[in-house]
């Protein structure tokens, strides 16, 4: 097996040092606008920011691999190409990309710069992604969280490009890149504004019996009684009361979070070369506990040894962890 590399989540430069102090080979990254994915009010970089924090990651041996994965309005590309002129500034070692537009902005204008295809490009195909790689010179493609790792070892085999794919965090069930739920509920996309619940339009509200509902806009998400843990409020983890059942249910799918902590053999085995932690959203304490278990089964498999993982279970969505699709197309 090849050694896979650790690719680890930096929402913001003290999340980034500490992923780089964890043993992360690699940390992903966006700045403060509408061109990654994650954005929200307090997360990200500005630039004098990541100019600093690509400095001391790769003082640290840590390559940045930047977020410019969100799908460009017509007629603001701009915003788009000066993120991509700014990293090639600084010196980011790749781009994560979905846009075709903004994918072909770097490969004229950055050749000597890696082209990451997004998972936000819902990719899944051998022929889509040989498509990226032929037009655009992609070398590596972040597969979506829908396909059995069989089926990922089958894809190794068919495309020139490495393969990266989610080991721990959100579960990703809708299909990435694809997803209109916030939008159709507040105006604001999640593929092309980087917002999925955007914080201004959350409301949580108690009643006399200490009950908590959790709102969106205008939409009522979830109940939750006394000592029920509430979670963040997004639409597809929301209960919901239709006529085809009897009380609230997760219609989409129950609050969980991904752990592939027990696949990672396989997984390597199959062809993947970079393991990928979701999180960039979340804590320094959640970065440093999550990249640092990673971090230690990976060498344990490579020094042929039994993987060593701590429990995280705590930090999972919920407190509930799924393998998701990759065991089985029958996890629900």
């Known amino acids: 097996m090849k050694r896979p590399e650790l690719v680890c989540p930096a929402g913001t430069p003290s999340a980034m040092r500490t992923a780089v102090e964890a043993g992360a080979d690699a940390v992903y990254c966006g700045f403060q606008n509408a061109t990654n994915a994650r954005n929200f009010p307090g997360?990200?970089?500005?630039?004098?920011?990541?100019?600093?924090?690509?400095?001391n990651a790769h003082a640290g041996g840590t390559k940045v691999l930047l977020a410019v994965n969100t799908f460009?309005?017509?007629?603001?590309?701009?915003?788009?190409?000066?993120?991509?002129?700014?990293?090639?500034?600084?010196?980011?070692?790749?781009?994560?990309?979905?846009?075709i537009g903004v994918a072909d902005y770097i490969a004229r204008n950055h050749p000597e710069i890696r082209l990451h295809l997004s998972v936000q490009a819902a990719a899944s195909s051998p022929e889509a992604i040989n498509y990226y790689c032929r037009e655009f010179n992609v070398k590596r493609v972040v597969l979506p969280r829908i396909l059995t790792v069989p089926e990922i070892r089958n894809m190794a085999k068919e495309i020139p490009c490495e393969i990266e794919t989610f080991i721990f965090g959100n579960h990703g069930l809708m299909v990435e890149g694809r997803c209109s739920l916030t939008n159709y509920v507040t105006g604001l996309s999640t593929n092309m504004d980087g917002v999925c619940s955007p914080a201004a339009q959350v409301e949580y509200v108690k009643d006399a019996?200490?009950?908590?509902?959790?709102?969106?806009?205008?939409?009522?998400?979830?109940?939750?009684s006394c000592g029920e843990n509430a979670g963040y409020p997004t639409i597809c983890k929301g209960r919901y009361l239709t006529p085809a059942h009897d009380g609230a249910y997760y219609a989409f799918?129950?609050?969980?979070?991904?752990n592939l902590s027990s696949l990672?053999?396989?997984?390597?085995?199959?062809?993947?070369?970079?393991?990928?932690?979701?999180?960039?959203?979340?804590?320094?304490?959640?970065?440093?506990?999550?990249?640092?278990?990673?971090?230690?089964?990976?060498?344990?498999?490579?020094?042929?040894q039994e993987p060593r993982i701590g429990d995280l279970l705590a930090l999972t969505e919920g407190q509930k962890e799924t393998q998701g699709a990759?065991?089985?197309?029958?996890?629900r």
């Open 43 to 55: 997360l990200n970089f500005t630039v004098p920011e990541l100019e600093k924090s690509v400095a």
């Open 72 to 99: 460009p309005p017509a007629g603001k590309v701009d915003l788009w190409k000066d993120a991509v002129d700014t990293g090639a500034r600084i010196g980011v070692d790749a781009f994560i990309v979905a846009d």
């Open 209 to 224: 019996a200490g009950n908590l509902s959790t709102r969106l806009g205008d939409f009522t998400i979830d109940c939750f």
């Open 253 to 258: 799918e129950e609050p969980i979070s991904l």
């Open 264 to 304: 990672l053999p396989d997984l390597m085995k199959a062809g993947v070369t970079a393991l990928k932690i979701e999180g960039r959203q979340r804590s320094r304490a959640y970065v440093k506990s999550v990249v640092s278990a990673y971090r230690r089964a990976v060498d344990d498999i490579m020094a042929g």
């Open 326 to 331: 990759f065991k089985s197309k029958t996890w």
